[in-house]
């Protein structure tokens, strides 16, 4: 049999870290605004660095067919969002067959959400996009 020697951790910090964010400052990186809207289903969060992020469900009504819609989001990024992502609510379709879909068209008021699939009926879409 054989043993390992592990060193115990002698000291643990309880500092915050000293990080560098976006905007070149050096301190810890905060939250600085929240915000949920219950009527349209939509939030962000920003922060002090300048880094939003910020998501949402949009329900949509039978989209089939290699259907698109627009999704708008919460509050514009001053630039691109960076990263887009995308969650379907299907009804209508079983195990894998819950077709094809993508995002397109990314800009700093929102995206295209496009449906790939002519079976299967997409109810809804929650969304989270992040960027500066």
């Known amino acids: 049999m054989q043993h390992i020697n592990i060193n115990p951790v002698v000291k643990l910090s309880t500092d915050l870290p000293s990080t560098t964010n976006h905007a070149g400052l ?3 990186i905060t939250i600085t605004e929240t915000n949920y809207n219950s009527s349209t ?3 962000y969060r920003k922060y002090s ?4 992020e910020q998501g949402g469900y949009e ?3 039978n989209m089939t067919n290699y259907g698109t819609v627009q ?3 919460a509050i514009e990024f001053p630039t691109t969002a960076v990263n887009v992502h995308c969650g379907i609510e299907i009804s209508g379709a079983t195990g894998r067959d819950a077709g094809l879909h993508g995002v397109q068209a990314v800009n700093a008021q929102g995206f295209t ?3 790939g699939d002519q079976t299967t009926v997409h109810t809804g ?3 989270i996009a992040k960027g500066f």
Do not use: E, H, R, V
């Open 41 to 43: 289903q939509k939030w």
């Open 49 to 52: 660095d300048g880094w939003i």
């Open 59 to 61: 329900p949509i009504s």
């Open 26 to 28: 050096s301190a810890p």
């Open 71 to 73: 999704i708008s989001y």
């Open 113 to 115: 959400f496009t449906n």
């Open 125 to 127: 879409i929650y969304w």
